[in-house]
């Protein structure tokens, strides 16, 4: 059985830094791409950010670009987002997605297997 089990998620004022882990089991780890997407309360679904499974290639949402860095640890079936300079817009819900058809894609289709994933709330 496939897991991806977010952690590292909390309360954080504006301004602030927090990391996110995604620890996987029950897949070949370096053969998925890793993505994060995360999820406010009445909006979509939205993608933030995914590392391709070679870690050549990364990618991220113009609205995080410059603010989060996503790394995964291939040796500990791990992936990382960094979030720095948190804004209170940051807030959400945020999941991590493992998928194999993609090396750069932020839709959600492209992912097959998903977190239960970790709340993330920054104050003004």
């Known amino acids: 059985e496939v897991q991806l089990v977010e952690s590292g998620g909390g309360f954080v004022q504006a301004g602030g830094s927090l990391r996110l882990s995604c620890a996987a089991s029950g897949l070949t780890f370096d053969a998925y791409t890793l993505a994060w997407f995360r999820q406010a309360p009445g909006k979509e679904r939205e993608g933030v950010s995914c590392?391709?499974?070679?870690?050549?290639?990364?990618y991220y949402a113009d609205s995080v670009k410059g603010r989060f860095t996503v790394s995964r640890d291939n040796g500990k079936s791990t992936a990382y987002l960094e979030m720095n300079s948190l804004k209170p817009e940051d807030t959400a819900v945020y999941y991590c997605a493992a998928g194999r058809r993609t090396d750069h894609s932020l839709y959600s289709t492209m992912y097959d297997h998903w977190g239960q994933g970790t709340q993330v709330t920054v104050s003004s």
């Open positions: 590392i391709s499974f070679s870690v050549r290639n990364t």
